[in-house]
């Protein structure tokens, strides 16, 4: 034990004069956190979705108007499978489908009938967890505002029916990278 203590004071001593690993010791440390932190946050912009509003009401179109135009980049269209297969070969993340009667179904819901629950179709990647967060953060905010605008309550009880499609060029290092670098 005797040994182990002198050997220790010894290594200590060494390392408390080399300014060197003093500096590798902490300096890195803090330069490698920096660089995480750039490389791993930031702001998501222009994430391509399509909106496919089968209702095509008032309360739609607004939902819709708040949708974040910096964050979301939107475009428009009807048929649904279509979308999805522009989901499927990576062209967007996701598609949002306003089904018939949704307005008429929140509007039931809001007026007190919890035997309705209103839904919005969502097909997505989710082979990025930041933007899939993003989407789901951006949609549940423009949903909040819009009935606090409309109704003035603060409720989000819009259900999400979820189709999850992961794109083709998706591959097991998109998932293991994050989990490698961290470990």
Known sequence: MKRVLTITKKILWQIK???RTIGMIIVMPVILMYLFGISFTGQVEGVKVIIIDQDNTNLTKSIISNFNTTTLSLSYGNNVS???NEV????????IVFPKGFSENL??????????????????DKS???????????????LSNTIKEKYGI???IISFNQ?????????????????????
Request: charged content about 20%; overall charge negative; cysteine-free.
């Open 17 to 19: 004069n080399d300014k």
């Open 82 to 84: 279509q979308a999805e």
């Open 88 to 95: 499927q070969d990576g062209e967007v993340w996701a598609v």
């Open 107 to 124: 509007e039931k819901r809001l007026a007190g009938n919890k035997l309705i629950t209103p839904y919005i179709n969502i097909s997505i």
């Open 128 to 142: 990025s967890p930041t933007i899939t967060q993003t989407i789901y953060t951006d949609i549940n905010n423009a």
């Open 154 to 156: 603060n409720a989000t």
């Open 163 to 183: 189709i999850v499609i992961y794109g083709k060029n998706v591959n097991i290092t998109d998932y293991i990278t994050d989990g490698m670098i961290g470990f």
